[in-house]
């Protein structure tokens, strides 16, 4: 099993990174390897996503994902090629338009699913996914949201699905 946990600091309010965390159906625009999240059921507080992401192969997977009252999020399994998978965001204001986001997750792939991949899926691809969350938030604290946003390498992608 991989237990992490890592820490950014935005320049953006604790709402603007709250918006861009909870905004699924956003993260194959922004998210490196996000193919696809599909939202299965909502209301204001709770959701349902089925994410499809490419990391050296395609894995998707279900989350129940429940805010925590606009300072951040957690989520765990549902359904995909986990053993375990939960975890969430922690968001703290450190001043009107500075946050500190803690992500952390704990997760175990299957049995038949080889250490390194279980390892590159956490370990190597997350400093990337928390800088193009940090970009688009920052991103939105600065000219606010739109439909096509700029990916963790500064292209513009406008469609909900990317293939890799």
Sequence with gaps: MT???????????????QEVIWDFA?????????????ILRANEDEK???????????LSYTLDLKSTA????????????????EGGW???SLGPNR???????YVSLTAFTPRFIEDRLIAQ????????FRKEAERQAT??????????????EGSADRQN
């Design 99 to 105: 946050t500190r986001a803690t992500y952390h997750i």
């Design 125 to 132: 691809s997350l400093p990337e996914t928390l800088g193009a």
């Design 48 to 58: 349902r996503v089925r994410f499809t992401v490419n990391i050296l192969r395609r």
């Design 70 to 85: 606009g300072k951040g999020l957690v989520w765990s399994l549902v359904e995909g090629p986990f053993q375990r998978n």
């Design 143 to 156: 000219s606010g949201p739109s439909s096509a946003k700029g990916n963790a390498d500064g292209s513009a």
């Design 26 to 38: 956003s993260y194959p625009e922004f998210v490196p390897h996000m193919e696809q999240a599909q």
């Design 3 to 17: 237990r992490i946990e890592r820490s950014i600091e935005i320049a953006a309010p604790v709402s603007v990174v």
């Design 90 to 92: 922690a968001l703290q």
